[in-house]
């Protein structure tokens, strides 16, 4: 009798083990949780009340409004939203019904709880951000629709009964837009913003101009639009010496920027303007001729490439400009960094310049085995607009060409040319964003059979980028330990040469995106390409279909 007894224990062990194993393997969450525990059971999601303490702030209610409105249809009862004082004392004595978010200021920027039993969903976090984040773990644990107002039997919506303890690894969770090369209207912009808020990004670093146009309107210059954001042709596929001859262009006016920082920061992203200096500034040469050496002819470029042209540091007049320009930026963003390029700036035009000549000579900046003299005038126009911008409050980011020769400290590196510079420059103590072109350029095609993919930057097949590839990025890789600490995070980045259309840049983000995800959020103990594999291509390829993004 006692045999059997424990008998039927380890069964019914056995069958609770499996089952439990069985339906985690079906929560797909991405990125997935640090920790996540079923508990059995279900909540019944389908018009529950949604509670929200009000002090969490105002962008956290906000956040939950929204949430809230999403929950409700009017096919079920609607869901009601309300901000009761002493929620989370309530939620203490475990007497709330339905779900409530509580501040829990022990929790750190960024990380959240979620306990969810069968009477509540109780959501802790510190702030707006954590709420944000715990928001879009249980949409996902939702149906598809949650993300969009359609008609659809919502009666019977339940969660899984579960207990979730989360928390970003890195805190710059970004991807990089180029609207330079191709232009991308502000509803494309938003719906790549809506996918970054699915899967907890947080930076979006916009590079706004290129040697082939110039895309933000400055008031003080406005030749900057009206020339440099146009050029007469685009070569065509990938022969430098064609050209469509089909006038191409476009801008974005600062009321529509405005527009844009609001809605990503609704979606706690924050903007990270690019102006690229010293190089790739010839539409703002073509706007502007008298910052450059040469005085031009200068043309908005109609092929890809790096133009030798650029500006010119040995005149005020330059300084001048780019002041004025970065002080606009600074009144249309309002985050902590701005983007100053700094990558491939060929120096011929200052190796021949006069006023370069002048200018190096007053430096007194030298050639040596560490760095030419005209590196070294390319960080003096780092140190100036650094300098500038901190006047404004602001901090600089550039690429890690800007590491050559000697950069002041404060600045912080995005390491692009692989992994050395950002491994270089952490070392040195700078604060580094790992951004790796054999990772992280999702411009880069997804398989390595050419033939069958879209156009993209590379030639070889050993270069492509698959999803497991991507997935399996470790931004600390190769840093010393010591460093690691100066790692902020790491991005995607979508260069748009090969990339003209909507669909196509949508089939080289999805489903790279949702990799990159794992690999900003999740640590390394968490990340599993098994997993993530299943649930990328299952479950999140229905949610990348139902809101209308191209995969395919
Ligand atoms: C870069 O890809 N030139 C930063």
Redesign the pocket.
């Known amino acids: 009798m006692k045999k059997r007894r424990l008998f039927s224990l380890i069964m019914a062990l056995t069958v609770t083990l499996f089952a439990t194993a069985a339906e985690k393997q079906d929560i797909n969450l991405i990125p997935y949780p640090q920790e996540l525990i079923l508990t059995g059971g279900t909540f019944r999601a389908s018009g529950a009340p949604v509670n929200c303490d009000s002090s969490l702030g105002e962008d956290a209610v906000k956040a939950v409004k929204r949430f809230a409105s999403s929950l409700s249809f009017d096919c079920v009862k609607p869901s009601s939203f309300a901000t009761p004082y002493g929620l989370a004392a309530t939620a203490a004595k475990g007497a709330v019904k339905g779900f409530a978010f509580i501040k829990d200021s022990s929790l750190k920027e960024g990380a959240y709880g979620i306990d969810i039993t069968r009477r509540a969903v109780v959501v802790r976090a510190s702030g707006f951000n954590g709420i944000l984040y715990a928001i879009q773990t249980i949409n996902q644990l939702l149906p598809k629709e949650i993300y969009k107002k359609v008609e659809a039997p919502k009666a019977d919506w339940t969660i899984p009964c579960m207990s979730i303890k989360d928390e970003p690894r890195f805190a710059w969770r970004g991807i990089l837009l180029d609207s330079g090369r191709h232009f991308w209207s502000i509803e494309e912009v938003k719906k790549i913003l809506d996918a970054m808020e699915i899967y907890k990004m947080n930076r979006f670093h916009w590079h706004l101009t290129e040697d082939q146009g110039w895309r933000i309107e400055i008031k003080k210059y406005p030749r900057l639009t009206e020339v440099g954001a146009y050029r007469r042709g685009t070569m065509i596929g990938r022969d430098f010496k064609s050209c469509d001859n089909i006038r191409y262009g476009g801008y974005y006016t600062q009321d529509q920027l405005r527009e844009v920082v609001a809605y990503a920061a609704e979606r706690g992203i924050t903007i990270v303007p690019e102006i690229d200096i010293p190089g790739?500034m010839l539409a703002a040469l073509a706007a502007y001729p008298e910052i450059g050496c040469t005085g031009g002819p200068y043309e908005v470029w109609t092929r890809w490439g790096v133009s030798p042209q650029v500006i010119c540091p040995g005149k005020e007049v330059t300084f001048e400009f780019l002041e004025n320009v970065f002080t606009e930026l600074t009144e249309i963003f309002p985050g902590e960094y701005i983007h100053i390029?700094g990558?491939?700036c060929p120096k011929t035009e200052w190796e021949q310049s006069a006023e370069c000549q002048a200018k190096i000579a007053e430096l007194g900046l030298v050639t040596d085995e560490k760095a030419t003299a005209e590196q070294r005038l390319q960080n003096y126009v780092t140190k100036r607009i650094q300098d500038f911008l901190a006047t404004k409050g602001r901090k600089v980011i550039g690429?890690d060409e800007i590491l050559e020769g000697d950069l002041a400290p404060g600045a912080t590196v995005?390491s692009?040319?692989g992994t050395k510079g950002g491994i270089e420059a952490a070392g040195k103590g700078f604060d580094v964003i790992m951004t790796p072109?054999e990772f992280c350029?999702y411009n880069y095609a997804q398989s390595e059979d050419l033939d069958n993919e879209p156009l993209a930057q590379n030639r070889s097949p050993k270069s492509s980028i698959t999803l497991e590839k991507a997935y399996g990025y470790d931004p600390l890789d190769g840093i010393p330990d010591g460093a690691q600490d100066r790692v902020l995070g790491v991005q995607a980045?979508m260069?748009t040469e090969y990339i003209a259309e909507p669909e196509h840049l949508e089939y080289m983000f999805f489903p790279r995106l949702l990799a990159m995800s794992e690999v900003q959020w999740c640590r390394p103990s968490v990340k599993d390409y098994d997993r993530f594999k299943a649930s990328a291509l299952g479950r999140h390829i229905e949610i990348l279909d139902f809101l209308g993004y191209n995969h395919k």
């Open positions: 790739h390029g990558d491939e690429w995005m692009w040319r072109n350029y980045n260069w």
